[in-house]
Nanobody, 117 residues
Framework: QVQLVESGGGLAQPGGSLKLSCAAS??????????MSWYRRVPGKERELVAA???????NYSDSVRGRFTISRDNAKNTVYLQMNSLKPEDTAVYYC?????????WGQGTQVTVSS
């Protein structure tokens, strides 16, 4: 069984920053071999891929967050991060961590991010 636990969400002001963490545990074959990503969902909308990082360290971002968000990973800690800067109200969503292990997707429970003054 695999567990992905997100943390770091909360309330931020427009222009502020938050850093999300996602710690993987359980039946992890080798974390460094797994592609990791962050998604977000706003009620009534489709889930959106925000950022992804491959096992090799290549990164990809949605147009809406490129230049503001940074995804990174610490394989020694089985953890992936999402540094979110210059936050906007439209970044308000539940953020989910995703891990692809042997082509099977695992999801965390999500963490709420609210950007409001």
């Amino acid at each position: 069984q695999v567990q992905l636990v997100e943390s770091g969400g909360g309330l931020a002001q427009p222009g502020g920053s938050l850093k999300l963490s996602c710690a993987a545990s359980g039946s992890i074959f080798r974390f460094s071999l797994n592609d990791m990503s962050w998604y977000r969902r706003v009620p009534g909308k489709e889930r959106e891929l925000v950022a992804a990082i491959t096992s090799g360290g290549d990164t990809n971002y949605s147009d809406s967050v490129r230049g503001r968000f940074t995804i990174s990973r610490d394989n020694a800690k089985n953890t992936v991060y999402l540094q979110m800067n210059s936050l906007k109200p439209e970044d308000t969503a539940v953020y989910y961590c995703n891990m692809d292990q042997f082509k099977y997707p695992y999801w965390g429970q999500g963490t709420q991010v609210t950007v409001s003054s």
